[in-house]
């Protein structure tokens, strides 16, 4: 996978306007800054990008577009103004259909095979909130850029799940061991400005512009590195957390199939999903 990703590492014709790359998936954008050669990725699925079937498949073509479009980088952003990601669709792990289940976790794994193994750099302006799964996206990235006044964090414990090994790892990739094994036991959100102080996130900015523009800035400090060398530098890094994913993915599936059906999982997360809708009606 990673060799034909390689072959796409010839710099692209730098024009000087922005095109939209794609519009046939409904719940991402690809958004290509000719000036810069910058693909913008952007999640929107109201009212906070859940992360369902669908939009997880979206978000795994727009990659494999900016993939195969010779961009220099891709920014992760969202199209709500507050929310960057809530994470998991919990309405796809309650009660769920036996076969789309299925589809549904192989999609995240897709999507996170992707991401943290693309070949291109990656940032995320995380334009809003980012718990569990948003916050994968997140981590997954290279480089960081959060607004004022959100929380970003792995909060599975306080739901009564377990973040999967992969999670574990990407988070880890981030933050130091200690500090790591503490906040995914605590299920601990940071805001903006403790995410900062623990190396979480990377820098803050102001609006969801200046976030994209600090984003771009990061990858173009790239501009002057051998890409080849530069994604062969990347992929060595991550190849132990991919290989791991990628040689054990049908277990990883089955293992969650298998929790997720626990009676006391499914009771935990009726009761978070009605705690939710109790916030939404005070
Ligand atoms: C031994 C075991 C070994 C290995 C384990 C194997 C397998 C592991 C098994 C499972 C692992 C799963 C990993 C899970 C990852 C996840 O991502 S779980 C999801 C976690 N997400 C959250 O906890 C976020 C919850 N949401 C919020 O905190 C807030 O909604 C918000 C801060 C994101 C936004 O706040 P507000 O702007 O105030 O918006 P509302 O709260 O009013 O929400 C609007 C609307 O959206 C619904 N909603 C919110 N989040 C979700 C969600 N994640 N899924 C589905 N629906 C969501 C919310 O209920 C409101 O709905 P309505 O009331 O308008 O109908």
């Given at each position: 996978?990673?060799?034909s990703?390689l072959m796409n590492?010839?710099?692209?014709?730098?024009a000087t306007t922005?095109r939209q790359m794609?519009?046939?998936t409904?719940l991402?954008?690809?958004?290509v800054?000719?000036k810069?050669g910058?693909?913008t990725?952007?999640?929107n699925?109201p009212p906070?990008n859940g992360l369902?079937?669908?939009l997880?498949?979206?978000?795994?073509q727009?990659i494999?577009e900016?993939?195969?479009n010779k961009?220099r980088g891709?920014?992760l952003?969202?199209?709500n103004?507050t929310?960057?990601s809530?994470?998991l669709d919990?309405?796809?792990?309650?009660?769920?259909?036996k076969?789309r289940?299925?589809?549904?976790?192989?999609?995240?794994?897709?999507?996170?095979l992707?991401?943290y193994?693309?070949s291109?750099?990656?940032?995320?302006a995380?334009n809003?909130?980012s718990?569990?799964?948003?916050?994968?996206?997140?981590?997954s990235?290279?480089y960081?850029?959060?607004l004022?006044k959100?929380?970003?964090?792995l909060?599975?414990?306080k739901?009564g799940?377990?973040?999967?090994k992969w999670?574990?790892s990407t988070f880890e990739?981030?933050?130091?061991r200690?500090?790591?094994e503490?906040?995914?036991n605590q299920?601990?959100?940071?805001?903006?400005e403790?995410a900062?102080?623990?190396g979480?996130?990377?820098?803050?900015?102001n609006s969801?512009?200046e976030a994209?523009a600090?984003?771009?800035?990061?990858?173009?400090t790239?501009a002057?590195?051998?890409?080849?060398?530069r994604a062969?530098?990347?992929?060595?890094?991550?190849a132990?957390e991919?290989?791991?994913?990628e040689?054990?993915?049908v277990?990883?599936?089955?293992?969650f199939?298998?929790?997720?059906?626990?009676?006391?999982?499914q009771?935990?997360?009726?009761?978070?999903?009605e705690s939710?809708?109790k916030?939404a009606?005070?």
């Open positions: 996978m990673m060799r990703k590492l010839v710099p692209r014709a730098v922005s794609s519009t046939a409904k991402t954008t690809v958004q800054d000719d810069t910058i693909a990725l952007t999640m699925r906070v369902n079937l669908e997880l498949r979206d978000i795994h727009s494999e900016i993939e195969g961009s891709l920014i952003t969202s199209s103004p929310i960057f809530a994470g919990i309405f796809e792990m309650y009660k769920p259909d076969e289940i299925r589809a549904f976790w192989t999609a995240l794994q897709d999507v996170w992707a991401l193994g693309s291109v750099p990656t940032a995320a995380i809003g909130h718990p569990a799964g948003g916050c994968l996206l997140a981590t990235c290279e960081r850029v959060m004022p959100y929380t970003i964090g909060n599975e414990t739901l799940i377990v973040a999967p999670f574990m990739s981030v933050l130091p200690r500090l790591a503490r906040a995914l299920g601990r959100m940071f805001t903006t403790e900062l102080a623990v979480l996130v990377d820098e803050v900015a969801k512009e994209i600090k984003c771009a800035q990061f990858i173009g790239f002057k590195v051998n890409p080849l060398a062969l530098t990347k992929q060595q890094l991550r132990e991919l290989k791991q994913l040689d054990e993915r277990q990883d599936l089955e293992k199939i298998f929790f997720v059906n626990q009676p006391a999982v009771k935990g997360l009726g009761i978070y999903l939710l809708k916030k009606t005070k």
